[in-house]
């Protein structure tokens, strides 16, 4: 069965450029979630997606964005990109345990 | 507000050794818990859960977890330790907002060197 999938790997942008990420949840699972993992910061809860909807946003200001798609696939929007945003951005699905993928690692410059 | 702490940065053990990475947590209502590994440069992967029951937890690659509600605590340990432990472990409780399908809140994470 596959995992949970990220794309793309890396992404490399410069400051007030907009950036977005993909995730493919495991087949099955309707819930999507985004974590960002900022040096020194730990992992931070970005988004959750279920069915379609957003469920629960953290406490990130609202150039952070994104949606689900029919297929339960989602993306994360990044809009006039900060130096500090740079960061492993990780995606998980669910339900119960939530399972991660191998992240997007986003550099602003 | 629901938070977890892990005390300790890093634990250093050597191998063979007997290890504890450990956690508490503070949440309204009953604790859903986690554990998660993560190796240079990847994702988290999942170690094992407490939802209800006993509260001794077995998971993957041998490693087991104790909850202590008294203590609100959910401490992690491994019999014997193995370099290959080598990594930055996370504990997490569900957000009891969210009920059962609710996004994680993680502790800062603790670094686990294994010397040989």
């Known amino acids: 069965e596959a995992g949970v999938t990220q794309s793309p790997t890396h992404l490399i942008k410069t400051r007030g450029q907009q950036a977005t990420l993909r995730c493919s949840p495991i087949s099955g699972h309707t819930s999507v979630y985004w974590y960002q993992q900022a040096l020194g910061l730990g992992l931070q809860f970005l988004l959750w997606?279920?069915?379609?909807?957003?469920?629960n946003r953290g406490n990130f200001p609202p150039r952070f964005s994104g949606r689900q798609f029919p297929n339960y696939s989602s993306e994360l929007n990044v809009n006039a990109l900060e130096l500090e945003d740079s960061a492993l951005y990780l995606c998980?699905?669910?339900?119960?345990?939530?399972?991660f993928g191998p992240g997007t690692r986003l550099t602003v410059l | 507000a629901q938070s977890v702490a892990q005390p300790e940065d890093q634990v250093n053990v050597a191998e063979g050794n007997p290890l504890t990475v450990k956690c508490t947590y503070s949440?309204?209502?009953?604790?859903?818990l986690f554990w998660y590994v993560q190796y240079p440069n990847r994702g988290l992967q999942f170690l094992l859960k407490?939802?209800?029951?006993?509260?001794l937890v077995k998971g993957s690659y041998g490693f087991e977890a104790e909850f202590n509600k008294s203590q609100t605590s959910f401490h992690l340990k491994k019999p014997s330790a193995l370099v290959s432990d080598s990594a930055l472990y996370f504990c997490?409780?569900?957000?009891?907002?969210?009920?059962?399908?609710?996004?994680?809140?993680f502790g800062k994470g603790t670094k686990l060197s294994v010397k040989p």
């Open positions: 949440v309204s209502g009953n604790p859903y």
């Open positions: 997490a409780v569900r957000d009891p907002r969210g009920g059962s399908q609710g996004n994680l809140i």
């Open positions: 407490y939802i209800t029951g006993d509260n």
């Open positions: 997606y279920d069915e379609g909807e957003e469920r």
């Open positions: 998980a699905s669910s339900p119960g345990t939530q399972y």
